[in-house]
Protein backbone atom coordinates (compact mmCIF):
# COMPACT_ATOMS: atom_id res chain seq x y z
CA UNK A 1 0.00 0.00 0.00
CA UNK A 2 0.91 3.30 -0.69
CA UNK A 3 0.67 6.68 1.40
CA UNK A 4 1.67 10.00 0.84
CA UNK A 5 2.84 11.49 3.93
CA UNK A 6 3.58 14.99 4.43
CA UNK A 7 7.60 15.89 4.59
CA UNK A 8 8.44 18.64 7.64
CA UNK A 9 12.26 18.09 7.17
CA UNK A 10 12.95 19.88 3.97
CA UNK A 11 12.49 23.77 5.15
CA UNK A 12 14.92 22.35 8.04
CA UNK A 13 17.11 20.79 5.44
CA UNK A 14 17.20 23.81 3.19
CA UNK A 15 17.76 25.81 6.48
CA UNK A 16 20.71 23.78 7.84
CA UNK A 17 21.87 24.03 4.23
CA UNK A 18 21.84 27.39 4.36
CA UNK A 19 23.63 27.64 7.16
CA UNK A 20 26.37 25.58 5.92
CA UNK A 21 26.66 27.84 2.99
CA UNK A 22 26.96 31.24 4.34
CA UNK A 23 29.43 30.02 7.38
CA UNK A 24 31.76 28.69 4.82
CA UNK A 25 31.81 31.82 2.67
CA UNK A 26 32.15 33.40 6.06
CA UNK A 27 34.91 31.49 7.23
CA UNK A 28 36.30 31.58 3.10
CA UNK A 29 35.92 35.65 3.81
CA UNK A 30 37.34 35.71 7.15
CA UNK A 31 40.61 33.78 6.40
CA UNK A 32 41.78 35.52 3.23
CA UNK A 33 41.30 38.90 5.34
CA UNK A 34 42.98 37.40 7.90
CA UNK A 35 46.00 36.12 5.58
CA UNK A 36 45.50 39.66 3.36
CA UNK A 37 46.34 41.94 7.05
CA UNK A 38 48.89 39.45 7.66
CA UNK A 39 50.93 39.85 4.40
CA UNK A 40 50.65 43.26 4.62
CA UNK A 41 51.91 43.39 8.34
CA UNK A 42 55.00 40.96 6.80
CA UNK A 43 55.48 43.60 4.13
CA UNK A 44 55.30 46.69 6.81
CA UNK A 45 57.67 44.22 9.03
CA UNK A 46 60.56 43.98 6.10
CA UNK A 47 59.95 47.42 5.23
CA UNK A 48 60.29 48.82 8.81
CA UNK A 49 64.04 46.38 8.47
CA UNK A 50 64.93 47.99 5.45
CA UNK A 51 64.15 51.79 6.97
CA UNK A 52 66.03 50.79 9.58
CA UNK A 53 68.85 49.49 7.83
CA UNK A 54 68.62 52.52 5.54
CA UNK A 55 69.25 54.88 8.64
CA UNK A 56 71.97 53.09 9.96
CA UNK A 57 73.68 53.00 6.90
CA UNK A 58 73.29 56.52 6.49
CA UNK A 59 74.34 57.15 10.30
CA UNK A 60 77.89 55.23 9.03
CA UNK A 61 78.69 56.87 6.27
CA UNK A 62 78.76 60.08 7.30
CA UNK A 63 80.64 59.16 10.53
CA UNK A 64 83.12 57.25 9.02
CA UNK A 65 83.63 59.16 5.62
CA UNK A 66 83.07 62.72 7.42
CA UNK A 67 80.60 63.81 4.49
CA UNK A 68 79.92 67.47 4.47
CA UNK A 69 76.46 68.52 4.55
CA UNK A 70 76.17 69.89 0.64
CA UNK A 71 75.88 67.05 -2.05
CA UNK A 72 78.62 68.09 -4.52
CA UNK A 73 81.08 67.40 -1.84
CA UNK A 74 79.06 64.38 -0.69
CA UNK A 75 79.15 62.96 -4.13
CA UNK A 76 83.30 63.70 -4.33
CA UNK A 77 84.12 61.80 -1.16
CA UNK A 78 82.03 58.76 -1.98
CA UNK A 79 83.94 58.56 -5.08
CA UNK A 80 87.27 59.23 -3.54
CA UNK A 81 86.93 56.67 -0.74
CA UNK A 82 84.59 54.16 -2.26
CA UNK A 83 86.51 51.06 -1.02
CA UNK A 84 86.28 51.73 2.56
CA UNK A 85 82.04 52.94 1.71
CA UNK A 86 81.66 49.30 -0.23
CA UNK A 87 83.41 47.64 2.93
CA UNK A 88 81.34 48.77 4.93
CA UNK A 89 78.47 48.26 2.96
CA UNK A 90 79.53 44.57 2.81
CA UNK A 91 79.87 44.58 6.38
CA UNK A 92 76.25 45.50 6.64
CA UNK A 93 75.57 42.71 3.84
CA UNK A 94 76.58 40.36 6.25
CA UNK A 95 75.54 41.64 9.26
CA UNK A 96 71.87 42.38 8.67
CA UNK A 97 68.97 41.16 6.39
CA UNK A 98 70.55 43.06 3.65
CA UNK A 99 71.26 41.49 0.33
CA UNK A 100 71.91 44.48 -1.95
CA UNK A 101 72.40 48.26 -0.84
CA UNK A 102 73.58 50.89 -3.68
CA UNK A 103 73.54 54.96 -3.80
CA UNK A 104 72.52 56.52 -7.28
CA UNK A 105 72.45 60.32 -8.15
CA UNK A 106 69.53 61.64 -9.17
CA UNK A 107 69.70 60.67 -12.65
CA UNK A 108 70.23 57.16 -11.55
CA UNK A 109 74.39 56.43 -12.45
CA UNK A 110 75.66 54.20 -9.66
CA UNK A 111 77.61 56.42 -7.32
CA UNK A 112 78.51 53.05 -4.80
CA UNK A 113 77.09 49.25 -4.68
CA UNK A 114 77.95 46.87 -2.38
CA UNK A 115 77.00 44.12 -5.26
CA UNK A 116 80.00 43.58 -7.67
CA UNK A 117 77.62 43.67 -10.60
CA UNK A 118 76.13 47.44 -9.34
CA UNK A 119 73.74 47.20 -12.09
CA UNK A 120 71.97 44.11 -11.32
CA UNK A 121 68.99 45.13 -9.12
CA UNK A 122 69.21 48.92 -11.32
CA UNK A 123 67.95 47.49 -14.81
CA UNK A 124 64.80 45.29 -12.15
CA UNK A 125 63.25 48.69 -10.80
CA UNK A 126 60.37 49.62 -13.10
CA UNK A 127 60.29 52.82 -14.57
CA UNK A 128 57.49 54.54 -11.88
CA UNK A 129 60.61 54.02 -9.22
CA UNK A 130 62.39 56.42 -10.16
CA UNK A 131 59.79 59.03 -10.71
CA UNK A 132 58.46 58.23 -7.50
CA UNK A 133 61.22 58.70 -5.20
CA UNK A 134 62.06 62.00 -6.38
CA UNK A 135 58.73 63.06 -5.95
CA UNK A 136 57.36 61.39 -2.89
CA UNK A 137 60.65 60.75 -1.55
CA UNK A 138 60.39 57.00 -1.34
CA UNK A 139 59.28 53.69 -2.76
CA UNK A 140 59.31 50.18 -1.99
CA UNK A 141 58.19 46.88 -3.87
CA UNK A 142 59.16 42.82 -3.91
CA UNK A 143 61.29 41.47 -6.42
CA UNK A 144 63.32 38.36 -7.25
CA UNK A 145 67.35 39.07 -6.67
CA UNK A 146 69.46 36.29 -7.77
CA UNK A 147 66.51 33.66 -6.88
CA UNK A 148 65.29 35.19 -3.67
CA UNK A 149 62.88 37.31 -2.61
CA UNK A 150 63.39 40.58 -1.84
CA UNK A 151 61.93 43.90 -0.22
CA UNK A 152 63.46 46.92 -2.47
CA UNK A 153 63.40 50.12 -0.56
CA UNK A 154 64.36 52.70 -2.48
CA UNK A 155 64.70 56.91 -0.85
CA UNK A 156 66.62 60.26 -1.25
CA UNK A 157 69.38 59.73 1.46
CA UNK A 158 69.80 61.70 4.40
CA UNK A 159 73.92 61.93 4.05
CA UNK A 160 73.96 65.76 3.12
CA UNK A 161 71.08 68.62 4.11
CA UNK A 162 68.47 69.31 0.44
CA UNK A 163 69.65 72.15 -1.00
CA UNK A 164 67.57 75.51 -1.05
CA UNK A 165 67.06 76.64 -4.76
CA UNK A 166 65.12 79.59 -5.58
CA UNK A 167 62.81 78.06 -8.28
CA UNK A 168 62.68 74.57 -6.22
CA UNK A 169 64.73 73.03 -9.62
CA UNK A 170 68.32 72.18 -8.67
CA UNK A 171 70.86 70.70 -10.89
CA UNK A 172 71.58 66.79 -10.58
CA UNK A 173 75.08 67.69 -8.67
CA UNK A 174 73.13 69.48 -5.72
CA UNK A 175 70.53 67.06 -4.87
CA UNK A 176 71.03 64.45 -2.37
CA UNK A 177 71.71 60.67 -3.33
CA UNK A 178 69.30 58.12 -3.54
CA UNK A 179 69.70 54.61 -1.52
CA UNK A 180 68.32 51.61 -2.83
CA UNK A 181 68.16 48.48 -0.35
CA UNK A 182 67.34 45.06 -0.51
CA UNK A 183 65.89 43.40 2.19
CA UNK A 184 65.96 39.35 2.16
CA UNK A 185 61.94 38.14 1.93
CA UNK A 186 63.23 34.65 2.45
CA UNK A 187 62.17 34.40 6.68
CA UNK A 188 59.14 36.71 5.90
CA UNK A 189 57.23 34.34 3.12
CA UNK A 190 58.26 31.06 5.07
CA UNK A 191 56.62 32.95 8.41
CA UNK A 192 53.88 34.10 6.18
CA UNK A 193 53.11 30.52 4.16
CA UNK A 194 53.59 29.11 8.02
CA UNK A 195 50.87 31.12 9.13
CA UNK A 196 49.32 30.83 5.64
CA UNK A 197 48.82 26.63 5.96
CA UNK A 198 48.10 26.83 9.83
CA UNK A 199 45.32 29.22 8.70
CA UNK A 200 43.61 27.40 5.94
CA UNK A 201 44.05 24.17 7.60
CA UNK A 202 42.06 25.71 10.54
CA UNK A 203 39.51 27.05 7.82
CA UNK A 204 39.63 23.56 6.44
CA UNK A 205 39.41 21.53 9.95
CA UNK A 206 36.13 23.76 10.81
CA UNK A 207 34.31 23.40 7.28
CA UNK A 208 35.13 19.96 7.26
CA UNK A 209 33.00 19.40 10.98
CA UNK A 210 30.71 21.70 9.76
CA UNK A 211 30.19 19.83 6.86
CA UNK A 212 29.91 16.09 9.10
CA UNK A 213 28.04 17.87 11.44
CA UNK A 214 26.04 18.98 8.31
CA UNK A 215 25.95 15.20 6.87
CA UNK A 216 25.24 14.11 10.18
CA UNK A 217 21.90 16.42 10.75
CA UNK A 218 21.04 15.17 7.70
CA UNK A 219 21.03 11.73 7.98
CA UNK A 220 19.32 12.36 11.80
CA UNK A 221 16.79 14.40 9.64
CA UNK A 222 16.12 11.30 7.54
CA UNK A 223 16.19 9.09 10.18
CA UNK A 224 13.80 11.28 12.10
CA UNK A 225 11.48 11.34 9.24
CA UNK A 226 11.48 7.73 8.25
CA UNK A 227 10.43 6.97 11.74
CA UNK A 228 7.61 9.56 11.60
CA UNK A 229 6.66 7.85 8.32
CA UNK A 230 7.18 4.48 9.83
CA UNK A 231 4.68 5.12 12.69
CA UNK A 232 2.41 7.21 10.68
CA UNK A 233 1.95 3.26 8.65
CA UNK A 234 1.64 2.00 11.72
CA UNK A 235 -1.18 3.92 12.79
CA UNK A 236 -2.80 3.48 9.60
CA UNK A 237 -2.58 0.25 9.29
CA UNK A 238 -3.85 -0.27 13.13
CA UNK A 239 -6.77 2.02 12.36
CA UNK A 240 -7.18 -0.21 9.41
CA UNK A 241 -7.40 -3.38 10.89
CA UNK A 242 -9.17 -2.29 13.87
CA UNK A 243 -12.42 -0.96 11.82
CA UNK A 244 -12.07 -3.33 8.51
CA UNK A 245 -15.36 -5.10 8.61
CA UNK A 246 -13.75 -8.14 7.79
CA UNK A 247 -12.12 -10.59 10.22
CA UNK A 248 -8.38 -10.80 9.88
CA UNK A 249 -6.87 -13.50 11.87
CA UNK A 250 -2.17 -14.18 11.73
CA UNK A 251 -1.77 -17.80 12.32
CA UNK A 252 1.74 -19.23 13.56
CA UNK A 253 3.14 -22.10 11.49
CA UNK A 254 1.73 -25.00 13.65
CA UNK A 255 -2.00 -23.25 13.07
CA UNK A 256 -2.11 -21.15 16.31
CA UNK A 257 -3.81 -17.79 16.49
CA UNK A 258 -1.08 -15.25 17.29
CA UNK A 259 -3.17 -11.93 16.28
CA UNK A 260 -6.79 -10.74 15.79
CA UNK A 261 -8.37 -7.36 14.91
CA UNK A 262 -11.39 -6.68 16.17
CA UNK A 263 -13.97 -7.84 13.60
CA UNK A 264 -12.18 -11.44 13.45
CA UNK A 265 -13.24 -11.78 17.30
CA UNK A 266 -17.08 -10.34 16.90
CA UNK A 267 -17.30 -12.89 14.01
CA UNK A 268 -16.01 -15.81 16.44
CA UNK A 269 -18.69 -14.77 18.67
CA UNK A 270 -16.87 -12.32 21.21
CA UNK A 271 -14.13 -15.47 22.18
CA UNK A 272 -10.65 -15.27 23.13
CA UNK A 273 -8.95 -16.38 19.76
CA UNK A 274 -5.40 -15.55 20.67
CA UNK A 275 -3.55 -18.31 22.04
CA UNK A 276 -5.83 -20.64 20.30
CA UNK A 277 -5.53 -23.40 17.33
CA UNK A 278 -7.84 -22.17 14.41
CA UNK A 279 -9.43 -25.83 13.66
CA UNK A 280 -10.70 -25.60 17.49
CA UNK A 281 -12.08 -22.29 17.35
CA UNK A 282 -14.40 -23.28 14.55
CA UNK A 283 -15.08 -26.47 16.69
CA UNK A 284 -16.54 -25.07 19.24
CA UNK A 285 -18.53 -22.99 17.32
CA UNK A 286 -20.06 -25.82 15.67
CA UNK A 287 -18.33 -24.42 11.75
CA UNK A 288 -17.69 -26.93 9.77
CA UNK A 289 -15.85 -25.87 6.19
CA UNK A 290 -17.10 -27.01 3.20
CA UNK A 291 -13.22 -28.29 1.90
CA UNK A 292 -9.97 -27.50 3.23
CA UNK A 293 -9.12 -24.11 3.80
CA UNK A 294 -6.49 -22.93 1.31
CA UNK A 295 -6.19 -19.78 -1.04
CA UNK A 296 -9.48 -19.97 -2.56
CA UNK A 297 -12.22 -19.05 -0.60
CA UNK A 298 -14.34 -21.77 1.47
CA UNK A 299 -17.71 -21.55 3.23
CA UNK A 300 -18.38 -22.21 7.03
CA UNK A 301 -22.34 -23.27 7.61
CA UNK A 302 -24.03 -23.39 11.06
CA UNK A 303 -27.85 -23.29 11.08
CA UNK A 304 -27.81 -18.97 11.23
CA UNK A 305 -24.34 -18.38 10.35
CA UNK A 306 -22.84 -18.21 6.63
CA UNK A 307 -18.94 -17.47 6.79
CA UNK A 308 -16.27 -17.19 4.00
CA UNK A 309 -12.82 -18.05 5.15
CA UNK A 310 -9.25 -17.77 3.03
CA UNK A 311 -5.56 -18.48 4.07
CA UNK A 312 -2.66 -16.85 2.34
CA UNK A 313 1.04 -17.47 3.20
CA UNK A 314 3.04 -14.53 4.55
CA UNK A 315 6.06 -14.71 2.44
CA UNK A 316 8.42 -13.43 4.88
CA UNK A 317 9.80 -16.85 5.53
CA UNK A 318 8.18 -17.24 9.20
CA UNK A 319 5.70 -19.65 7.69
CA UNK A 320 2.81 -17.41 9.32
CA UNK A 321 -0.31 -17.25 7.14
CA UNK A 322 -2.99 -14.77 7.11
CA UNK A 323 -6.76 -15.78 7.57
CA UNK A 324 -9.59 -13.35 6.65
CA UNK A 325 -12.83 -14.15 7.29
CA UNK A 326 -16.13 -12.65 6.22
CA UNK A 327 -19.33 -12.67 7.12
CA UNK A 328 -21.99 -13.58 4.12
CA UNK A 329 -24.79 -14.41 6.03
CA UNK A 330 -26.96 -11.14 4.86
CA UNK A 331 -25.37 -11.80 1.29
CA UNK A 332 -26.37 -15.49 1.34
CA UNK A 333 -30.22 -14.47 2.19
CA UNK A 334 -30.27 -12.06 -0.75
CA UNK A 335 -28.90 -14.57 -2.68
CA UNK A 336 -31.58 -17.12 -1.72
CA UNK A 337 -34.08 -14.52 -1.75
CA UNK A 338 -33.31 -13.42 -5.07
CA UNK A 339 -33.25 -17.44 -5.89
CA UNK A 340 -36.58 -17.35 -4.36
CA UNK A 341 -38.20 -14.40 -6.06
CA UNK A 342 -36.60 -16.08 -9.50
CA UNK A 343 -38.64 -19.00 -9.15
CA UNK A 344 -41.72 -16.80 -7.89
CA UNK A 345 -41.29 -15.40 -11.22
CA UNK A 346 -41.14 -18.38 -13.41
CA UNK A 347 -44.17 -19.74 -11.61
CA UNK A 348 -45.77 -16.55 -11.99
CA UNK A 349 -45.40 -16.40 -15.46
CA UNK A 350 -46.62 -20.19 -16.03
CA UNK A 351 -49.40 -19.65 -13.55
CA UNK A 352 -50.84 -16.63 -15.67
CA UNK A 353 -50.18 -19.01 -19.06
CA UNK A 354 -52.23 -22.02 -17.79
CA UNK A 355 -54.47 -20.81 -15.20
CA UNK A 356 -57.57 -20.04 -17.70
CA UNK A 357 -56.57 -22.94 -19.85
CA UNK A 358 -56.44 -25.21 -16.46
CA UNK A 359 -59.87 -23.70 -14.88
CA UNK A 360 -62.45 -24.48 -18.18
CA UNK A 361 -61.95 -28.23 -18.55
CA UNK A 362 -61.45 -28.52 -14.75
CA UNK A 363 -64.92 -26.98 -14.32
CA UNK A 364 -65.90 -29.26 -16.50
CA UNK A 365 -64.70 -32.33 -15.12
CA UNK A 366 -65.47 -31.33 -11.57
CA UNK A 367 -69.29 -31.41 -12.93
CA UNK A 368 -69.13 -34.32 -14.25
CA UNK A 369 -67.50 -36.06 -10.91
CA UNK A 370 -70.34 -34.15 -9.20
CA UNK A 371 -73.22 -35.85 -11.66
CA UNK A 372 -71.81 -39.48 -11.56
CA UNK A 373 -71.16 -39.21 -7.37
CA UNK A 374 -75.02 -38.32 -7.15
CA UNK A 375 -75.78 -40.99 -10.09
CA UNK A 376 -73.34 -43.55 -8.35
CA UNK A 377 -75.28 -42.79 -4.92
CA UNK A 378 -75.29 -46.09 -2.83
CA UNK A 379 -72.68 -47.64 -4.97
CA UNK A 380 -69.54 -48.92 -3.38
CA UNK A 381 -66.66 -48.31 -4.62
CA UNK A 382 -67.98 -46.07 -7.79
CA UNK A 383 -69.38 -43.57 -5.09
CA UNK A 384 -66.05 -43.06 -3.40
CA UNK A 385 -63.82 -42.57 -7.02
CA UNK A 386 -66.45 -39.84 -8.30
CA UNK A 387 -66.29 -38.05 -4.73
CA UNK A 388 -62.70 -38.59 -4.90
CA UNK A 389 -62.63 -37.25 -8.35
CA UNK A 390 -64.42 -34.45 -7.00
CA UNK A 391 -62.11 -32.98 -3.72
CA UNK A 392 -58.79 -33.75 -5.94
CA UNK A 393 -60.48 -30.95 -8.43
CA UNK A 394 -61.03 -28.79 -5.62
CA UNK A 395 -57.51 -29.01 -4.87
CA UNK A 396 -56.08 -28.58 -8.31
CA UNK A 397 -58.12 -25.43 -8.37
CA UNK A 398 -56.83 -24.33 -4.73
CA UNK A 399 -53.07 -24.61 -6.07
CA UNK A 400 -54.43 -22.43 -9.15
CA UNK A 401 -55.63 -20.05 -7.06
CA UNK A 402 -52.33 -19.72 -5.14
CA UNK A 403 -50.32 -19.38 -8.26
CA UNK A 404 -52.16 -16.37 -9.13
CA UNK A 405 -51.96 -14.85 -5.62
CA UNK A 406 -48.05 -15.25 -6.29
CA UNK A 407 -47.85 -14.26 -10.02
CA UNK A 408 -50.73 -11.41 -9.93
CA UNK A 409 -49.93 -7.72 -8.21
CA UNK A 410 -52.05 -6.35 -5.95
CA UNK A 411 -52.87 -3.19 -4.73
CA UNK A 412 -52.11 -3.22 -0.82
CA UNK A 413 -54.75 -0.61 1.52
CA UNK A 414 -52.79 0.22 4.52
CA UNK A 415 -54.50 1.11 7.87
CA UNK A 416 -54.22 0.54 11.32
CA UNK A 417 -55.53 -2.80 11.50
CA UNK A 418 -57.47 -4.04 15.08
CA UNK A 419 -55.72 -7.47 16.00
CA UNK A 420 -57.89 -8.81 18.07
CA UNK A 421 -60.87 -8.52 15.58
CA UNK A 422 -58.67 -10.31 13.12
CA UNK A 423 -57.46 -12.63 15.73
CA UNK A 424 -61.14 -13.82 16.26
CA UNK A 425 -62.12 -14.11 12.89
CA UNK A 426 -59.64 -16.79 12.17
CA UNK A 427 -60.29 -18.11 15.22
CA UNK A 428 -63.76 -19.21 14.24
CA UNK A 429 -62.30 -20.02 10.85
CA UNK A 430 -60.30 -22.68 12.22
CA UNK A 431 -61.05 -23.92 15.70
CA UNK A 432 -62.90 -26.45 14.78
CA UNK A 433 -60.16 -28.18 12.03
CA UNK A 434 -58.05 -27.71 15.44
CA UNK A 435 -60.87 -29.48 17.35
CA UNK A 436 -61.40 -32.58 14.58
CA UNK A 437 -57.06 -33.20 15.40
CA UNK A 438 -57.59 -32.94 19.21
CA UNK A 439 -56.13 -29.43 19.09
CA UNK A 440 -56.88 -26.35 20.76
CA UNK A 441 -56.30 -22.66 19.47
CA UNK A 442 -55.45 -20.04 21.83
CA UNK A 443 -54.61 -16.19 21.75
CA UNK A 444 -54.02 -12.91 22.77
CA UNK A 445 -52.73 -9.36 21.72
CA UNK A 446 -50.26 -7.49 23.93
CA UNK A 447 -49.72 -5.25 20.84
CA UNK A 448 -53.45 -4.31 19.91
CA UNK A 449 -53.35 -2.76 16.63
CA UNK A 450 -51.16 -3.09 13.42
CA UNK A 451 -49.83 -0.94 10.30
CA UNK A 452 -51.03 -3.89 7.11
CA UNK A 453 -53.41 -4.51 4.35
CA UNK A 454 -56.42 -6.47 6.23
CA UNK A 455 -57.13 -8.84 3.72
CA UNK A 456 -53.49 -9.83 3.47
CA UNK A 457 -52.93 -9.92 6.92
CA UNK A 458 -56.15 -12.47 7.32
CA UNK A 459 -54.69 -14.66 4.93
CA UNK A 460 -51.12 -14.95 6.00
CA UNK A 461 -52.19 -15.54 9.60
CA UNK A 462 -54.71 -18.48 8.21
CA UNK A 463 -52.23 -20.18 5.80
CA UNK A 464 -49.42 -20.36 9.17
CA UNK A 465 -52.52 -21.40 11.30
CA UNK A 466 -53.01 -24.44 8.42
CA UNK A 467 -49.93 -25.16 8.68
CA UNK A 468 -49.80 -25.49 12.40
CA UNK A 469 -53.05 -27.73 12.37
CA UNK A 470 -51.36 -29.76 9.94
CA UNK A 471 -48.48 -30.46 12.07
CA UNK A 472 -50.29 -31.25 15.52
CA UNK A 473 -49.45 -34.47 16.65
CA UNK A 474 -52.28 -37.45 16.46
CA UNK A 475 -53.39 -37.30 20.44
CA UNK A 476 -53.84 -33.45 20.58
CA UNK A 477 -51.79 -30.28 21.26
CA UNK A 478 -51.37 -26.65 21.41
CA UNK A 479 -51.55 -23.54 18.63
CA UNK A 480 -51.24 -19.81 20.18
CA UNK A 481 -51.35 -16.79 18.04
CA UNK A 482 -50.24 -13.95 19.55
CA UNK A 483 -48.71 -10.27 19.12
CA UNK A 484 -45.58 -8.01 20.53
CA UNK A 485 -44.78 -4.76 20.04
CA UNK A 486 -41.22 -3.52 18.94
CA UNK A 487 -39.47 -0.67 19.24
CA UNK A 488 -39.92 0.12 14.94
CA UNK A 489 -43.36 -2.21 14.43
CA UNK A 490 -45.05 -5.36 15.98
CA UNK A 491 -45.09 -8.79 15.75
CA UNK A 492 -46.95 -11.85 15.28
CA UNK A 493 -46.54 -15.03 16.09
CA UNK A 494 -47.37 -18.59 15.39
CA UNK A 495 -46.40 -21.60 17.58
CA UNK A 496 -47.26 -25.15 17.66
CA UNK A 497 -46.24 -28.38 19.74
CA UNK A 498 -45.81 -30.33 16.32
CA UNK A 499 -42.31 -32.15 15.34
CA UNK A 500 -41.31 -29.02 14.29
CA UNK A 501 -38.34 -28.53 11.23
CA UNK A 502 -35.10 -29.34 10.87
CA UNK A 503 -32.65 -27.00 9.80
CA UNK A 504 -32.46 -28.22 5.70
CA UNK A 505 -36.52 -27.81 5.91
CA UNK A 506 -36.15 -24.14 7.77
CA UNK A 507 -33.85 -23.46 4.34
CA UNK A 508 -36.10 -24.55 1.91
CA UNK A 509 -39.45 -23.73 3.81
CA UNK A 510 -40.09 -20.50 2.14
CA UNK A 511 -39.64 -22.07 -1.28
CA UNK A 512 -42.61 -22.41 -3.74
CA UNK A 513 -43.68 -26.26 -3.85
CA UNK A 514 -41.66 -27.43 -1.42
CA UNK A 515 -43.46 -29.64 1.05
CA UNK A 516 -42.88 -32.19 3.66
CA UNK A 517 -46.76 -33.01 3.50
CA UNK A 518 -48.42 -36.05 0.82
CA UNK A 519 -51.38 -33.56 0.49
CA UNK A 520 -49.09 -30.39 1.04
CA UNK A 521 -48.76 -27.70 -2.10
CA UNK A 522 -45.86 -26.11 -0.64
CA UNK A 523 -47.24 -22.51 -1.45
CA UNK A 524 -48.64 -21.91 1.73
CA UNK A 525 -45.43 -19.84 3.47
CA UNK A 526 -44.52 -19.02 -0.04
CA UNK A 527 -47.57 -16.59 -0.30
CA UNK A 528 -46.82 -15.45 3.21
CA UNK A 529 -43.21 -14.70 2.57
CA UNK A 530 -44.88 -12.79 -0.73
CA UNK A 531 -47.36 -10.65 1.86
CA UNK A 532 -44.46 -9.72 4.04
CA UNK A 533 -42.09 -8.23 1.30
CA UNK A 534 -45.42 -6.87 0.03
CA UNK A 535 -45.31 -5.04 3.71
CA UNK A 536 -41.55 -4.13 3.84
CA UNK A 537 -41.56 -6.61 6.63
CA UNK A 538 -40.22 -10.11 7.18
CA UNK A 539 -40.71 -13.74 8.46
CA UNK A 540 -38.30 -15.96 10.69
CA UNK A 541 -39.21 -19.80 11.32
CA UNK A 542 -37.62 -21.14 14.55
CA UNK A 543 -37.78 -24.67 15.92
CA UNK A 544 -36.84 -24.49 19.83
CA UNK A 545 -35.41 -27.40 21.52
CA UNK A 546 -38.30 -28.01 23.33
CA UNK A 547 -39.59 -29.13 19.88
CA UNK A 548 -42.49 -27.62 17.61
CA UNK A 549 -42.53 -24.45 15.35
CA UNK A 550 -42.42 -20.85 15.78
CA UNK A 551 -43.29 -18.94 12.83
CA UNK A 552 -42.58 -14.78 13.90
CA UNK A 553 -43.98 -12.62 10.89
CA UNK A 554 -42.76 -8.56 11.43
CA UNK A 555 -45.05 -5.68 10.31
CA UNK A 556 -42.78 -2.57 10.00
CA UNK A 557 -44.48 0.65 11.65
CA UNK A 558 -45.28 3.84 9.99
CA UNK A 559 -46.37 1.81 6.64
CA UNK A 560 -49.01 4.44 4.78
CA UNK A 561 -50.39 4.85 1.40
CA UNK A 562 -50.74 1.54 -0.91
CA UNK A 563 -48.53 -0.41 -2.43
CA UNK A 564 -48.50 -2.30 -5.44
Not at 220 to 228: A, G, K, M, T, V
Not at 351 to 363: C, K, Y
Request: aromatic content about 6%; proline content about 5%; glycine content about 8%.
Amino acid sequence: MELVLPSRSDRTIMMATMAVFVLGLALSFSTWRNLRQQQESFHEHALVTARAIATGIEINLRRELQLPATPEHTNTLLHLHRTLAKELLQDYIKRTDARFIGLYNPLGHILLSSHNDPKAIQGQLPTIAWASIGNAGEWSGEMNFEGQPIMVLGRISHLTTAPACPDGQCPPDKQPPLLLIGVDMTHHLAAFGKYKRTAILQTGYILAVTIVFWILLLGFLQRNEQHRRLQRLESFNARLLDNMPDGLLTLSADGTVVAANPAATSLMGGLGLVGQPLSGIFSNLGLTPDRQPGQDWSTLKTADRHLEILQLPLKDGSEQRLVLIRDRTELAGLERELHRNEKLAAIGRMAAGVAHEIRNPLSALRGFAQFFAKKLAGRDPEELYARTMVQEADRLNRVITDLLFLARPRQLSFAQVPLAEIFREVHTLLSMDAGARNGRLEQWTDAQTVQADRDALKQAIINLLMNSVEALPEEGGLIELWSEPAASGTWIRVRDNGTGMSPEEREHALEPFFTTRDKGTGLGLAIVHTIMQEHGGSIQIETPATGGTTVSLFFPANQTGSST
